[in-house]
């Protein structure tokens, strides 16, 4: 397998996390956003997207990390990432798209490129715009953890749903967001700090890093 994603990438970092909970082998092949390798023609022959992740399988490339989350766990379904109970499980991945669905869209790369040039907003203005959504979106999670997590967002053990979770309190950081009222997620953030995937799939770690 190759992962074609970019170190400081949400998207990159949850597929990351999921691989290597998965305990997969994988090589890397970095896309610099800045540099605008995405839209490449070669890249776009991957992702006509032209955005990040992209992961070879074979003969095939796979795209949209949800879709590519999803293909690990039916095709490496051990260790889960999902629960057994069918309730349970659209808790999950209702937790997961709390954050990509709801958050991480709206505080990406090119949405704050857009802010800055079309808006002439400074950094100032885009932390205050990722705070807006982030926000309300921790504060829901807060409370869904409180009912269903036991150490990690539900139950035990990470799921999708802490995938998600931890790009996005990484994100949050680098916007300046505030995250005192979110206590749960923070020990989240912390088990996430000492686990060996977790770890290994951090931005720092990665061989594109600056």
């Not at 992740?53 to 095939?60: H, N």
């Amino acid at each position: 397998m190759i992962l074609h994603g970019y170190w400081r990438s949400g998207t990159s970092y949850r597929t990351r996390i999921a691989l290597e909970l998965k305990g997969l082998a994988y090589a890397q092949q970095g896309v610099d956003l800045r540099q605008g390798v995405q839209k490449s023609e070669a890249y776009c022959a991957l992702n006509p997207q032209g955005l990040v992740p992209a992961l070879e399988i074979g003969g095939a490339v796979l795209t949209q990390s949800p879709a590519i989350l999803e293909w690990l766990e039916e095709a490496h379904p051990t260790p889960p990432l999902l629960p057994a109970d069918p309730v349970d499980r659209a808790r999950v991945r209702a937790m997961a798209a709390l954050i990509g669905c709801d958050i991480h869209p709206l505080n990406n790369l090119r949405v704050g490129k857009a802010l800055r040039e079309t808006f002439g907003a400074d950094q100032a203005a885009v932390d205050a715009w990722a705070a807006r959504w982030i926000i309300p979106g921790f504060e829901a999670l807060e409370t869904l953890v409180s009912r269903h997590g036991a150490g990690w967002c539900f139950g035990e053990s990470p799921t999708l749903a802490d995938c998600y979770l931890i790009p996005q309190i990484y994100s949050a950081s680098r916007f300046n967001v505030p995250l005192e009222a979110f206590p749960r997620l923070l020990s989240i953030e912390a088990s996430a700090a000492k686990h060996p995937a977790f770890v290994a799939a951090h931005p720092d770690a990665q061989p594109d890093a600056d």
